[in-house]
């Protein structure tokens, strides 16, 4: 009976540290899931639904209508695995410590307030951003139609001319 009761006390004393630390992975993951869908999550619906909305402006009501429905669907569905795979993957990176101090940023009024003044279409922030990136995407469109052209039947690039010794 002695053996049986050390067995049982030295089974609950190796076991317990196992399962505190699925208890903190656990609380890991349910705080960096919360981080995850009120900051990533929450950015990338507005994004979405403005970018859905811009491209089925253009189209037939109940084409519109289909469009919205199929790619509405999609896009639940890999909210869902980003979601579940950004918040294990943050819950291997962070400490419990961490995920809540970083939740605690984006529960700060003042980074709220600077994150809708960001996110705010008509916000001349917005604004200055979106003639800065546009500009930098229209030259790298511009300076790969110059590059496909220069190469346009050629197998690939000239070589560079070597420098003189």
Same mark, same amino acid.
């Given at each position: 009976? /002695?053996?049986?009761?050390?067995?049982?006390?030295?089974? /609950?004393?190796?076991?317990?540290?196992?399962?505190? +630390? =699925?208890?903190? =992975?656990?609380?890991?993951?349910?705080?960096?899931?919360?981080?995850? #869908?009120?900051?990533?999550?929450?950015?990338?619906?507005?994004?979405?639904? !403005?970018?859905?909305?811009? /491209?089925?402006?253009?189209? @037939?009501?109940?084409?519109?209508?289909? *469009?919205?429905?199929?790619? +509405?669907?999609?896009?639940?569905? #890999?909210?869902? *695995?980003?979601?579940? !795979?950004?918040?294990?993957?943050?819950?291997?990176?962070?400490?419990?410590?961490? &995920?809540?101090? &970083?939740? !605690?940023?984006?529960?700060?009024?003042?980074? #709220?307030?600077?994150?809708?003044? $960001?996110?705010? @279409?008509?916000?001349? *922030?917005? =604004?200055?951003?979106?003639?800065?990136? /546009?500009?930098?995407? $229209?030259?790298? =469109?511009?300076?790969?139609?110059?590059?496909?052209?220069?190469?346009?039947?050629?197998?690939?690039?000239? @070589?560079?001319?070597?420098?003189? +010794?």
């Amino acid at each position: 009976m /002695t053996r049986l009761l050390a067995t049982l006390c030295l089974t /609950t004393a190796l076991c317990l540290p196992m399962a505190a +630390r =699925a208890d903190d =992975a656990s609380d890991r993951v349910g705080v960096a899931k919360d981080l995850v #869908q009120k900051t990533l999550i929450k950015n990338l619906e507005t994004g979405f639904t !403005g970018a859905l909305e811009k /491209t089925v402006a253009s189209m @037939p009501e109940d084409k519109a209508d289909a *469009v919205r429905k199929e790619v +509405r669907a999609e896009f639940d569905k #890999q909210r869902e *695995v980003m979601i579940d !795979g950004l918040s294990k993957a943050y819950a291997e990176k962070f400490t419990l410590d961490e &995920l809540k101090h &970083l939740s !605690g940023i984006y529960d700060d009024k003042t980074y #709220q307030k600077f994150q809708a003044v $960001n996110a705010d @279409p008509a916000s001349s *922030v917005t =604004a200055i951003s979106q003639a800065s990136v /546009t500009k930098l995407l $229209n030259m790298l =469109a511009i300076a790969q139609a110059g590059d496909s052209k220069a190469g346009e039947g050629k197998a690939g690039a000239p @070589p560079l001319p070597m420098p003189a +010794r």
